[in-house]
């Protein structure tokens, strides 16, 4: 059984700044509303035999964006980014250029580029982990697609074990 969100319809939303390192036209600090569609596809479970309460999903989707909105996307693991925090700013450069920003204003996420599609994996793999602390164990797949706009995305199905 698949469960499905449209992110446009349900709010699932955040407006953030991101720089796509080394593109031509992207490298540059600019941003998005993105909105967030999740479809989870697993066996019926639980007294009420859902595969997930809507509530339930639509909650840790809310709390991902929530986390990321109003503030610059920065990719943790990109190989070519070098970062540095003195006091409560965090410097970063990239090739020839070199940046600063306040603490507050930034997030730095365990990806290697802030793409659609590496925050699709990014969005996928923080689902899972929150899904499995809540004890699901009856998804079988969760599938994530980040919108830099309508019409304009990138999905990503994350298989997991089902128990």
Same mark, same amino acid.
């Given at each position: ?9 349900? *709010? ?18 600019? *941003? ?6 999740? +479809? ?5 479970? *639980? ?7 809507? +509530?339930?999903?639509?909650?840790? $989707? ?30 970063? +450069? ?49 599938? $994530? ?7 304009? *995305?990138?999905?990503?199905? +994350? ?5």
């Amino acid at each position: 059984m698949m469960l499905e969100l449209n992110g446009l319809h349900a *709010g699932l939303r955040f407006s953030s700044a991101h720089i796509v390192f080394g593109h031509p036209t992207c490298g540059v600090i600019h *941003g998005h509303s993105y909105y967030v569609d999740v +479809k989870l596809y697993g066996e019926r479970a *639980g007294d009420f035999k859902f595969v997930c309460d809507f +509530k339930i999903i639509k909650k840790i $989707v809310k709390e991902i964006c929530d986390e990321l909105d109003h503030k610059l996307i920065l990719p943790k693991n990109h190989e070519h980014v070098y970062y540095e925090l003195r006091d409560k700013t965090l410097y970063f +450069k990239y090739e020839n250029k070199e940046y600063s920003i306040p603490v507050e204003d930034v997030i730095l996420l365990p990806i290697p580029s802030t793409t659609a599609e590496d925050l699709a994996i990014y969005f996928a793999n923080e689902i899972a982990d929150r899904l499995k602390n809540l004890g699901f164990s009856n998804i079988n797949w969760i599938e $994530v697609s980040i919108n830099e706009g309508i019409g304009q *995305g990138a999905c990503y199905r +994350k298989y997991l074990e089902v128990k």
